[in-house]
């Protein structure tokens, strides 16, 4: 019984799976089928490119994708996302947009038939239509502006009490003196 479970090992070892020798044989001829590739996704030296096609344990049959997300997102950075995520899907899986985010001017930035291109997209309030057919690509960026606003109206709030209070003052004078 040693001896069998030994041979059977070295012989799984020795041999190619039929799915890698399939793989193999469609690319030469520049046809695969890319459900059927089995490459790790997260590992630490990994070269990470634009372009490059990544699997996930995790996801089974899914290529994913590097998209960079940055400004006002939960967890900015280099993500890994399924090929086909939308805009939405996408923000959603980095975390989705902190409570400073200004949701009416994302952009992205893809390339699109050789060309870089900066994209706006609205999405508050669900987004706009054009969000439903944009699918991310390799290699996108994605940038979520910080909402000013919020510094504005604080801003804007002590500047309004400190007129208030010099105008009671002027007020409270005349009538003392009157």
């Not at 890698?20 to 997260?42: F, V, W």
């Amino acid at each position: 019984m040693k001896k069998f479970s030994i041979s059977l090992l070295i012989y799984s070892l020795l041999t190619v799976p039929t799915w890698a020798q399939k793989a193999s044989t469609q690319a030469s001829k520049g046809e695969y089928n890319i459900r059927e590739l089995a490459l790790p996704s997260e590992v630490d030296n990994l070269g990470k490119k634009a372009g490059s096609i990544f699997y996930s344990p995790s996801v089974k049959g899914k290529v994913l994708i590097p998209v960079h997300m940055w400004g006002e997102i939960k967890n900015s950075g280099l993500h890994f996302v399924p090929l086909d995520t939308s805009l939405i899907n996408g923000l959603s899986l980095a975390g989705g947009p902190t409570s400073n985010s200004n949701l009416e001017s994302v952009v992205v930035t893809t390339t699109r038939e050789g060309k870089r291109e900066k994209l706006q997209f609205d999405v508050s309030e669900g987004g706009d239509l054009a969000l439903e057919d944009f699918k991310l690509k390799p290699g996108d960026t994605i940038f979520v502006e910080k909402d000013t606003f919020r510094q504005d109206r604080a801003y804007y709030t002590s500047l309004f009490g400190v007129a208030l209070t010099v105008l009671s003052s002027i007020l409270l004078y005349r009538q003392v003196k009157d």
